[in-house]
């Protein structure tokens, strides 16, 4: 497969979540679509590890180059665990404050 | 057509149509089982990149854990489509169209990049996507991160219980 078949479809699901983020006002489904975001980004390193890799192999039958991009992409769904776990934390108080997961009750601070 | 393509087409199309489906689902429950497909289809790629424990990991960690999560938290609060608050069309459109926008910017930009011409990715060798040499790697030089790591878990509880105790 072309490296460019692989960043078009990441793209488009980057693009799709940053239209979820624009259009919807649950909180619930904005904190979604940023998942749908981070895991575009992550399709795409290992992707490209892949690539960097097979480069690296042409010259060392061995060569462990690339691996690095999949480690990252771990660190990331481990930040993303916990990024989770405290983003529904506020949600979950947010709706006992408003009673209401609606991004427009967030604007407090406005005036 | 080889099976390889044949499933990157497949799980392409199903990844797109699936995270669609997640803006528009009017119900927040259809929408988190609409991004479990998502996710589905995105260890369905990391398999056919021979990327197996990250496709492992994913389905553990997202489809298993993070969306009982959100699960969760939605039966809590009972939303269903009665309840969602809805943004008015022209509001809605100006989203769509933005994203359109960055979309046709950066498909722009990738197609013109001809350093990118004839680089391909191998699909369903190589040796870095498996449990054993990333373990290695893992504890080998990346052991601190890893600790790090551990350390943020243990504040992100607690921050988590702190945020959600009765005040």
């Not at chain 1, 690095?68 to 506020?90: H, P, T």
């Not at chain 2, 479990?36 to 389905?59: D, P, R, T």
């Not at chain 2, 950066?106 to 498996?130: D, P």
């Amino acid at each position: 497969m072309p490296i460019q078949y692989y960043i078009y479809l990441c793209l488009a699901l980057f693009s799709i979540g940053i239209v979820g983020v624009l259009t919807r006002r649950n909180a619930i489904i904005v904190f979604m679509c940023i998942e749908l975001m981070l895991n575009a980004v992550n399709l795409l390193l290992v992707a490209f590890s892949k690539v960097h890799n097979t480069m690296a192999l042409a010259g060392d039958k061995t060569s462990m180059l690339g691996i690095e991009a999949q480690l990252f992409v771990f660190f990331i769904m481990v930040v993303a665990a916990a990024e989770v776990s405290v983003g529904l934390a506020i949600i979950v108080m947010m709706y006992r404050n408003v009673h209401s997961v609606d991004i427009n009750f967030l604007n407090r601070l406005k005036n | 057509m080889s099976i390889t393509q044949f499933l990157f087409y497949f799980l392409t199309v199903l990844a797109l149509f699936s995270a669609v489906m997640v803006v528009v689902s009017k119900n927040p429950v259809h929408s988190v089982l609409w991004l479990i497909a998502v996710f589905f289809a995105i260890s369905g790629h990391y398999i056919l990149l021979n990327a197996q424990f990250l496709a492992i990991v994913n389905l553990i960690v997202y489809a298993g854990a993070i969306m009982v999560l959100f699960l969760f938290v939605i039966m809590l609060m009972n939303l269903n489509a009665s309840t969602e608050p809805q943004k008015n069309n022209w509001l809605k459109l100006a989203g769509v169209i933005a994203g359109g926008c960055f979309l046709m910017v950066l498909v722009s930009l990738v197609k013109q990049a001809n350093e990118l011409n004839n680089i391909a990715v191998t699909m369903g060798t190589g040796e870095i996507g498996l449990i054993k040499n990333l373990g290695k790697a893992l504890f080998n030089d990346f052991v601190v991160p890893f600790e790090i790591s551990s350390v943020l878990f243990l504040s992100a509880m607690v921050g988590a219980v702190v945020i959600g105790k009765k005040a």
